[in-house]
């Protein structure tokens, strides 16, 4: 060979590199693979680890963790109020508290606890479902559990001070300008919106790039778990929504802290502008709470019929759909608001259509039990109690979008029965059965089954003895949000139906709780597939390792774990001494980089606090948004500084 | 459950709400527009309840199948098949949701343009302006001299279309009274309408529909809808100005109203006491109920209000006065003789 001496050179030194790189393969496997594994994507120990971690499934359960906290904490409120409302003229609670207290409930159950904890699941879920090692920007991940959690925090904080919002959780102007809201509740209510509107588009930017581009190689966009395009549409859908309810809050702040009169009519400012706004945002908000809870259905349904969801396409389609037309309805909030009269019919015809996606998902989850054969385990229990339920609030949803009719129920009881149907029926029962299914996922051991069977009975009946009532306190002339109604109206008897549910419902999320934490010590060990399922979470041990695949499984089929026998088919080749993770193409899921994951790092959190000071000190001053900007700027410049590599860049292997 | 319990419930809440007065319920006919709401109401539940039952028939069917020995599972090797039935079933599913909703769609537009034609014809105009927390009436005459200021009151003649212009003077309140006609916003900064024509004489109760700060709860609206003699003669009786004080104690409490605190809010007709920003009392005594239905007219609760309205409607814009027990004896002996 002719070749000059510096390639010969060049070449061995290549060849020494090759020997050092760890990468996993026919060499590389088994208990070693995994111990090498394990040290490479262990978190730091201490405090300071625990601070640090960027491991999507510890930012997972806290959020799951947090976000039912903060549904207690909602709930709670809510049978205050219901105590209050239980009789007709009552004086238990005072017009003032009872106004912090639905604005409270309103505010945690939206923004504290229904998207976090579709988030928080999701972030632990889709790189295990998806056959990955890691959400992509996973720091991004823990700083949006951050920002999350002191949102949470300002406002509970503000509950325990007596300085809590009074304007209710959508906060209309100008009853939450400057003029009507004096004092600081409502710019603590507008900060809190920030909080969790950076913390939730933080979480849809994980989520989008870990779907689009992490997948298993073979798993094309028409074999991926009907879960992961849920949520990739609803992470969609909040990048999409949420800039609008900013920018809504931040003109509020603006009018309250520096007198812009974005929202004074007096000063040639709109009332009605943050209506607009607020739907805009407010409406799709539903939608994205809605559509993690159908991905939710569809698992459970593929489980326990033990057959792929009817109709994959059809119910693809629909998510999109559903996820497109959201964008379209959010006039129906203001039906009585006194728009032109015919341009509403529009609203109506787009809030009927959205109507048919969901009819038709519907149709493909009952058309798999017919052709599946149904086990009837906790989880699916709560599926049949969603449809149950769900499809009464779907049917009073096409009721309320007829103008002449919402007109008459628009802000009566009839909604609060509504919405909770949708929201409760319709989101909250299928969390509750998929936190039942993966909670052996998560903590290696089972839940409690007569636990669970009591528990789903309890709060199926005690909810439709809750609201069910609603629908005729409403007809009867009950608006909401009043914190007492006079005797004499027909309204006692509902009234003290729907205080008695509440308490059913609350006994069961009790049962619920008890079920969960007792089972953490005394279930039955879980093994890694305890209901037979078919989507890549299950190809791993339970609880899985911190690098949740010794190897990166390749899919051949749309149910990877029902279609072949024995181990999966896995790539290898990703190195073990750094964490790595397998890039994708966004279609066709053919591999593409191998992308290093970043270490765990302190800078998210202390990011996060300098945020934090920066939000909640300009509550108080403009000169905060100057100020507060430099640490903030200061810690994101450090989290984001290049950082030296150790060795030489890895030769290219042919 | 038990739709069988669930039935049962909604029986016995039914029978329940049929044995009560309806003066603040949408089941009711006093008026074109709740009647229209009625029809369309009935329409929309019946379709609906049609829609229910086919999913709960299919739910049913699908859960009762299961024991059969074929099925499409995995367990068979045969979870990639579908019973072929299944596919023609989503078709004529989908059409049917979408040939229903069609369906709701037309008739609830119909509905709405025949409210508002029917809206085209109105005979008497009322000006409602909504306050933190109450009412301001103003009817509107051609002739200044028939125009009339009140409060949380609406007299109505029957069978008479009737325009109600809405304002708000500070945040957003919601008109509703909904055994007469659905609910229509009032905007600061905007001017709404809503037009309705009572058919059935009565007395019914309307309140603010969209919160509105800290008594939101205590803004009601009494509704009376007479017939069009009974209706002249109350709107002869209101433009009349105050009476006079005719003894020495009402005397006392027509000074400390007209002299004091009280006049820089309120206005009686035929006095110097012309403040806007508070409720018209010039026929307060005739009203049915004292600070926006917050309770029944009587001398007791004119005396509670007059002295600690605080403690009746915390938040409300009227201020406690301190007053010696011979004031509040006196401004409430007036205040009984502005019938």
Not at chain 1, 98 to 117: D, I, K, Q, R, W
Not at chain 1, 333 to 362: C, D, E, K, N, W
Not at chain 2, 41 to 67: E, K
Not at chain 2, 246 to 255: C, D, E, K
Request: hydrophobic fraction near 50%.
């Amino acid at each position: 060979m002719n070749e000059p001496p510096e390639v010969r050179e060049e070449d061995e030194r290549l060849a020494k590199e090759r020997e050092k790189l760890a990468r996993d393969g026919p060499q590389l496997k088994g208990a070693k693979l995994e111990a090498r594994l394990e040290r490479t994507w262990h978190r730091p120990p201490g405090i300071l680890g625990w601070l640090a971690t960027v491991d999507h499934k510890e930012i997972g359960r806290r959020y799951i963790v947090t976000a039912l906290l903060f549904l207690a904490a909602g709930g709670f409120l809510a049978l205050l109020m219901r105590l209050q409302l239980a009789r007709p003229d009552s004086n238990l609670i005072s017009a003032q508290r009872y106004n912090e207290l639905f604005t409270m409930h309103g505010s945690t159950m939206m923004f504290l606890f229904a998207v976090p904890v579709m988030e928080g699941v999701a972030v632990y879920i889709i790189p295990l479902m998806l056959g990955t090692r890691s959400t992509a920007f996973p720091r991004l991940n823990a700083f949006s559990y951050y920002m999350y959690l002191f949102g949470g925090l300002l406002l509970w904080g503000a509950f325990a001070l007596n300085i809590a919002p009074d304007i209710g959780w959508f906060a209309y102007t100008p009853l939450s300008g400057p003029q009507f809201s004096p004092g600081k509740r409502a710019d603590i209510w507008a900060q809190m919106i920030t909080f969790t509107e950076i913390s939730a588009l933080a979480a849809a930017v994980v989520l989008v790039c870990t779907i689009l581009k992490t997948r298993a190689p073979g798993m094309t966009l028409a074999r991926m778990p009907l879960f992961a395009w849920a949520m990739l549409v609803v992470a969609v859908m909040i990048i999409f929504s949420m800039p609008a309810v900013a920018l809504a809050s931040s003109m509020l702040i603006s009018d309250r802290l520096v007198g812009t009169q974005f929202y004074n009519s007096w000063e040639h400012g709109d009332a009605l502008l943050w209506q607009h706004l607020f739907w805009f945002f407010g409406h799709p908000e539903v939608y994205i709470i809605f559509l993690p809870a159908t991905g939710f259905v569809s698992v459970i349904v593929e489980t326990f019929c033990r057959r792929p969801v009817f109709a994959y396409p059809v119910v693809v389609l629909a998510l999109v759909s559903t996820g497109i037309l959201a964008f379209g309805l959010w006039v129906h909030h203001m039906f009585a608001t006194g728009l032109p009269r015919v341009g509403y019919s529009f609203y109506t015809a787009a809030s009927m259509t959205v109507a048919i996606p969901t009819a038709l998902q519907i149709f493909c989850w009952l058309a798999t039990m017919w052709d599946g054969r149904p086990r009837l385990q906790v989880p699916m229990l709560y599926v049949i109690g969603f449809i149950i339920t769900f499809v009464i609030g779907g049917l009073t949803g096409v009721i309320i979008a007829s103008v002449p009719l919402d007109l008459q129920l628009h802000d009566t009881y009839f909604i609060v029965a509504h919405f909770h149907y949708v929201l409760i029926g319709g989101a909250v029962f299928p969390l509750l059965g998929i936190l039942t299914y993966w909670y052996p996922k998560i903590t290696g051991r089972m839940m409690s089954d007569t636990l669970g069977k009591i528990g789903f009975w309890t709060i199926f009946l005690g909810f439709q003895l809750t609201f069910f009532p609603m629908h005729l306190s409403g007809l009867l002339g009950m608006p909401r949000r009043v914190y007492t109604y006079p005797a004499g109206l027909g309204l006692e008897l509902p009234n003290l139906l729907s205080t008695i549910g509440a308490f059913v419902v609350a006994s069961s999320v009790v049962l619920f709780v008890i079920n969960g934490l007792v089972s953490l010590y005394r279930g039955a060990i879980a093994p890694a597939n305890p209901w037979g399922a078919t989507s890549l979470e299950w190809a791993t041990s339970s609880p899985p390792p911190v690098y949740n695949f010794a190897h990166v499984p390749v899919v051949e089929s749309r149910t990877p774990l029902w279609d072949i026998a024995g181990e999966l088919p896995v790539v290898t080749g990703l190195r073990v001494d750094e964490k790595e993770i397998l890039l994708t193409t966004v279609v066709a899921a053919t591999p593409d980089l191998r992308e290093p994951v970043p270490a765990a790092s302190l800078w998210p959190f202390i990011t996060s606090i300098a945020v934090a000071i920066f939000f909640i000190a300009s509550i108080f001053s403009p000169w905060a948004v100057v100020f507060g900007a430099i640490p903030s700027a200061i810690a994101i410049i450090a989290w984001f500084w290049p950082k030296e590599m150790k060795r030489e860049p890895e030769p290219v292997i042919t | 459950m038990s739709r069988r319990t669930r039935a049962a419930a909604v029986a016995l809440l039914f029978t329940g709400a049929c044995s009560i007065q309806h003066y603040q319920s949408t089941f009711s006919d006093a008026a074109v527009e709740v009647r229209q709401f009625n029809i369309l109401f009935v329409i929309f539940l019946v379709i609906c309840a049609i829609m229910y039952l086919a999913v709960i028939a299919f739910l049913v069917a699908g859960l009762v199948r299961r024991r059969r020995r074929l099925a499409n599972v995995m367990e068979d090797g045969r979870h990639h098949e579908s019973d072929p039935l299944l596919r023609t079933a989503l078709i004529g599913w989908g059409v049917v949701v979408g040939t229903g909703l069609v369906g709701l769609a037309i008739a609830s537009f119909i509905a709405d343009r025949s409210m508002a034609n029917a809206a085209a014809s109105e005979k008497l105009s009322i000006t409602l302006t909504a306050n933190q927390w109450w009412w301001d009436v103003r009817y509107n005459s051609a002739d200044s001299s028939k125009t009339l200021r009140t409060a949380n009151e609406l007299h109505l003649p029957v069978g008479v279309p009737v325009r109600i212009i809405l304002n708000s003077n500070d945040v957003i309140h919601s008109f509703w009274v909904p055994s007469l006609a659905g609910k229509q916003d009032l905007i600061p900064g905007r001017q709404n309408d809503i037009s309705i024509t009572p058919t059935k004489i009565g007395i019914y109760r309307g309140q603010c529909a969209e919160y509105c700060g800290a008594q939101h709860a205590h803004m009601a609206l009494v509704v009376n809808v007479d017939s069009y003699a009974d209706f002249l003669k109350w709107w002869r009786h209101q433009l009349q100005p105050a009476p006079p004080p005719a003894t020495p104690l009402a005397l006392a409490g027509y000074n400390f109203v007209t002299g004091r605190n009280c006049s820089a809010c309120h206005a009686i007709a035929g006095t110097p006491a012309s403040g806007t920003v508070g409720p018209d009392l010039t026929h307060l005594a005739s009203r049915r109920t004292i600070a926006a239905g917050t309770m029944p007219m009587g001398k007791g609760n004119l005396y509670g209000w007059v002295a600690d309205p605080q403690s009746l409607k915390p938040g409300s814009k009227m201020p406690t006065i301190a007053l010696e027990p011979d004031e509040l004896h006196a401004v409430v002996a007036y205040l009984e003789t502005l019938k």
